[in-house]
């Protein structure tokens, strides 16, 4: 797998100031009304720019959409799809369901997180890589199972993990 491959399906992370914040997030309410029935389809579109929700993106969205702040952060906290913090540019998800477990899943997430210097649920201060992990991915007979952005790679091994980690220069 070509290192185009590691990064196609990612999206774009931006940690931007809050004038930066500001200007883009009215860049993209210039194309709604503000009716509050707008509010998933902008907190969608802002994240897709920053690649999760900015604190002041949802409350000039809030005021746009003419709702309270925390009406916006609720909707935000509600849905899964919604990040608060920034995430890394690629998605690395190790699964920790029973099929995997046995067939040595723990060594996989051991080997992802010594490569990559973080832990489940972090994101590499480069905010290249985020690391999760998943009940089961629905592809047991596969296991041990690991999934980078949208590429499922199956019987995982130890060496597997560097070698596809080795290609973005993180081992
Ligand atoms: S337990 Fe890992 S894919 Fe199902």
Known sequence: MSIAEVTQNTHTVVQEDEETVTTRVDEILASYTGVKAELIPILQQVQQAFGYLPEEAMSRIAQFVEVPECTVFGVATFYAQFKLVP???????VCR???????GAPRILEETEKILGIKDGETTPDLEYTLETVACFGSCALAPVMVVNDKVYGSMTTDKVKKILDRKGRH
């Open 97 to 103: 369901g029973t099929g995997c477990y046995v067939k």
């Open 87 to 93: 995430t890394g540019r690629n998605i690395i998800k």
